[in-house]
């Protein structure tokens, strides 16, 4: 797979945080951009603080998102956790908690809505509604390798389920305080 970037990426004075507040915040929108743009088009859900991306299942690095070597520039780190801060408020990236990769942030290249909506509708075409099962069975069974949601990390699909919840379209089920399954209807 190639990686498309738009030519913002290309853009020198991009990985220099800016003086100017106006031009400085519209300088944000764009790397929240490229990043939700990046991961989307990669499929990957979770990328290192760092801005790199890697391959799973083989280990080789996907792309550093924040450096660009074709025209040799990269954000400090400063401004890589400036950038951060900025997903982070605007709740298109999450940080990922001490029991799990604390240096890996998740990233929401759709909304935890949109992401709710595709996994009711998965639900209702495959079947399995009002059935009980499992977030195993949601993000990694082998039926589910085409659907989008595939590979989705528990963590944020629990985030996912709980917007289901919201709706009053999912039971959360648990034992002893652990959530381990799901009943969408």
């Known amino acids: 797979m190639t990686l498309e970037t738009p030519q913002i990426y290309k853009f ?3 990985y220099t945080p800016q003086t100017n507040k106006l031009i400085r915040k519209q300088q944000l929108q764009t790397w929240e951009s490229i990043i939700l743009q990046t991961c989307a088009q ?3 859900w979770c990328i290192n603080k760092n801005g790199k991306i890697y391959d799973q299942s083989t280990g080789e690095l996907l792309i550093s ?3 660009n070597p074709e025209i040799q520039r990269a954000c400090s780190l400063e401004f890589q956790q400036e950038i951060w801060a900025y997903m982070l408020q605007n709740e298109t990236a999450l940080q990922l908690k001490e029991s799990e990769d604390s240096n890996m942030i998740a990233i929401f290249w759709e909304s935890l809505d949109s992401w709710s909506s595709t996994i009711l509708e998965w639900c209702e075409t495959s079947g399995k509604l009002n059935q ?3 977030i195993y069975e949601i993000c990694e069974s082998d039926e589910n390798t085409n659907c989008k949601f595939y590979g989705m990390p528990s963590s944020f699909c629990l985030l996912v389920l709980h917007r289901l919840v919201d709706r009053n379209r999912a039971t959360l089920l648990k034992d002893q305080g ?6 969408i209807v």
């Open 132 to 134: 009980v099962i499992t």
């Open 42 to 44: 990669l499929s990957k």
């Open 12 to 14: 020198p004075p991009l």
């Open 178 to 183: 652990k959530i381990v399954g799901v009943k």
């Open 65 to 67: 998102i924040f450096e």
